[in-house]
T-cell receptor, first 112, second 113 residues
Framework: DVKVTQSSRYLVKRTGEKVFLECVQD?????MFWYRQDPGLGLRLIYF???????EKGDIPEGYSVSREKKERFSLILESASTNQTSMYLC???????????FGPGTRLTVT | GEDVEQSLFLSVREGDSSVINCTYT??????LYWYKQEPGAGLQLLTY???NMDMKQDQRLTVLLNKKDKHLSLRIADTQTGDSAIYFC?????????????WGAGTKLIIKP
């Protein structure tokens, strides 16, 4: 079974803090994705990566950065958290030959 | 650009059929997907259809594709309380020099007893 894990289910941070969200997959997938999910807006792609040390901006990269130092790990970084970054963050991975994305359980981040 | 649209809510009675609709804009899409998100969980692939198909059936699920109208639907027969979830439609589209999944906003399926 493909497993995608995220470091926290719930996180509360203060405005201006640096926030790290970690995602690990155990299926040797090439592709990894970070989305945020907001009511009525569905999934919006923040960043994705097709290989180690490679990253591509998604639809809403502003205020975020990512790191992919190892194939199995894709980190999302909020350099200076703001209240409008309060959201559910979903990580996903897929193999290079398939569109099927496997999702982690999500991290609900609240910035106060 | 590409856009995938779905209504945000659908309410049905237990035992009835649910039909969740989706429209997309990229006529070159090769695959279209339905994902399910149960409360408190990530998304899981429910089913998909290749663009040269009109219909795909898998137990209680029926996917219908109308390529001319760019309309995709998911029918769930005999809807049960366990079907309560958000259902996302997604198309495989080409954006910013890459193939990506383009997501709808999700339809929350509410089951009435």
């Amino acid at each position: 079974d493909v497993k995608v894990t995220q470091s926290s289910r719930y996180l509360v941070k203060r405005t201006g803090e640096k926030v790290f969200l970690e995602c690990v997959q155990d299926m040797d997938h090439e592709n990894m994705f970070w989305y945020r999910q907001d009511p009525g807006l569905g999934l919006r792609l923040i960043y994705f990566s097709y290989d180690v040390k490679m990253k591509e901006k998604g639809d809403i990269p502003e205020g975020y950065s990512v790191s992919r130092e190892k194939k199995e790990r894709f980190s999302l970084i909020l350099e200076s958290a703001s209240t409008n970054q309060t959201s559910m963050y979903l990580c996903a991975s897929s193999s290079g030959q398939s569109d099927e994305q496997y999702f982690g359980p999500g991290t609900r981040l609240t910035v106060t | 650009g590409e856009d995938v649209e779905q209504s945000l809510f659908l309410s049905v009675r237990e035992g009835d059929s649910s039909v969740i609709n989706c429209t997309y804009t990229d006529s070159s899409s090769t695959y279209l997907y339905w994902y399910k998100q149960e409360p408190g969980a990530g998304l899981q692939l429910l089913t998909y259809i290749f663009s040269n198909m009109d219909m795909k059936q898998d137990q209680r699920l029926t996917v219908l594709l109308n390529k001319k109208d760019k309309h995709l639907s998911l029918r769930i027969a005999d809807t049960q309380t366990g079907d309560s979830a958000i259902y996302f439609c997604a198309e495989r589209g080409f954006r910013d020099s890459n193939y990506q999944l383009i997501w709808g906003a999700g339809t929350k399926l509410i089951i009435k007893p």
